[in-house]
């Protein structure tokens, strides 16, 4: 039998009526039927000011490295970003900014882009108009292949999301379950293949 894949399942959204939150805990739910080991992690438990040079000279804030210590044990990501202004919200770009800073004298993090290289990425997007937030993942998917992650081509952003949950937060129709499915399927896949 296949170890687990550790999978680190979030939200570009901290609002806790989040459709994206709501598509990433579906997308977690799925993940776990396939056997992943799924850690579901809100970037609202994590202290990040914005990012300025001259606060980072001030010494590295704590939350920064407890965020990139959980980005770093994870092979396997599903972000499911909101898109705002045709773009990824400034919430999810400051977090990644913050994450892939390097720490000088540091030698856990003196490469910024340990957090990131080689990890599988996923993205999914919601949004309540007829593009679902395809923009963004648009503008997401280059930054973090900047980064060195390895995204997922299958994506899936979901239209009119403000129709697609049942009362109970699970997605509603088989089509998007499909869907979603098929990018997490796609991501573990690769997974896999990457740690053998």
């Not at 990433?24 to 056997?35: L, P, Q, Y």
């Not at 202004?85 to 892939?100: F, M």
């Not at 395809?134 to 009119?160: D, E, I, N, S, Y």
Request: hydrophobic share 50%; glycine share 8%; with cysteine.
């Amino acid at each position: 039998m296949n170890t687990p894949i550790p999978l680190l399942v979030f939200s570009g959204s901290s609002r806790a009526q989040s459709l994206n939150r709501k598509l990433a805990h579906a997308a977690g739910e799925i993940a776990v039927a396939e056997g992943a080991q799924v850690t579901r992690l809100n970037l609202a438990d994590f202290d990040l000011p914005i990012y300025n040079g001259d606060l980072e000279a001030q010494g590295m804030p704590r939350d920064v490295v407890r965020l990139k210590e959980v980005l770093h044990a994870h092979p396997a990501w599903i972000i499911s970003a909101p898109e705002y202004n045709g773009s990824y919200p400034a919430l999810l770009k400051n977090a990644i900014d913050w994450a892939s800073r390097p720490m000088a004298g540091d030698p856990a993090w003196a490469v910024g882009t340990k957090p990131f290289a080689g990890k599988v990425v996923g993205l999914l997007a919601a949004a309540p108009g007829a593009l679902g937030g395809v923009r963004g993942l648009l503008h997401l998917a280059p930054l973090l292949m900047q980064l060195q992650c390895w995204v997922a081509p299958k994506q899936f952003a979901l239209a009119k999301a403000g129709e697609a949950f049942d009362p109970s937060g699970a997605l509603s129709t088989e089509a998007v379950r499909v869907a979603v499915h098929g990018v997490v399927e796609q991501v573990l896949w690769a997974a896999r293949r990457f740690q053998s």
